[in-house]
């Protein structure tokens, strides 16, 4: 008797929807890092009317979607917009101390019975 058999999904990877080559997530910070250096270069070279330096401030924001959208991060097997979401995450996380005596109390010492 022949059946079909449900395999489970297993997304490690991501889908090259654009042309094949792109996901969904490197197109769009490929996108915007463009857009954001374009509109970059064209409001410094309004500003300074300096080529040179509109078209070399405007390229940070292409690399910089470009590294989100290719880098890996091979130590933490993550790429690095995750690798920066994370750590953000982490950095500015609320921290709990319960153990640490309320400020008041230290300095008044312990004179409940005073």
Same mark, same amino acid.
């Given at each position: 008797?022949?059946?079909?058999?449900?395999?489970?999904?297993?997304?490690?990877?991501?889908?090259?929807?654009?042309?094949?080559?792109?996901?969904?997530?490197?197109?769009?910070?490929?996108?915007?890092?463009?857009?954001?250096?374009?509109?970059?270069?064209?409001?410094?070279?309004?500003?300074?009317?300096?080529?040179?330096?509109?078209?070399?401030?405007?390229?940070?924001?292409?690399?910089?979607?470009?590294?989100?959208?290719?880098?890996?991060?091979?130590?933490?097997?993550?790429?690095?917009?995750?690798?920066?979401?994370? +750590?953000?995450?982490?950095?500015?996380?609320?921290?709990?101390?319960?153990? +640490?005596?309320? +400020?008041?109390?230290?300095?008044?010492?312990?004179?409940?019975?005073?």
């Amino acid at each position: 008797m022949g059946g079909t058999y449900h395999l489970p999904m297993q997304p490690e990877g991501e889908d090259k929807i654009i042309g094949g080559m792109l996901s969904l997530r490197q197109f769009a910070f490929l996108l915007v890092g463009f857009v954001l250096g374009a509109l970059l270069g064209v409001l410094l070279l309004k500003l300074t009317k300096l080529i040179f330096v509109a078209v070399l401030i405007s390229l940070l924001p292409s690399i910089l979607g470009a590294y989100m959208a290719f880098w890996r991060i091979e130590k933490h097997d993550m790429t690095a917009d995750q690798y920066w979401r994370f +750590r953000l995450l982490y950095q500015y996380r609320d921290r709990k101390y319960p153990y +640490r005596q309320d +400020r008041l109390v230290s300095l008044i010492g312990h004179s409940k019975g005073v």
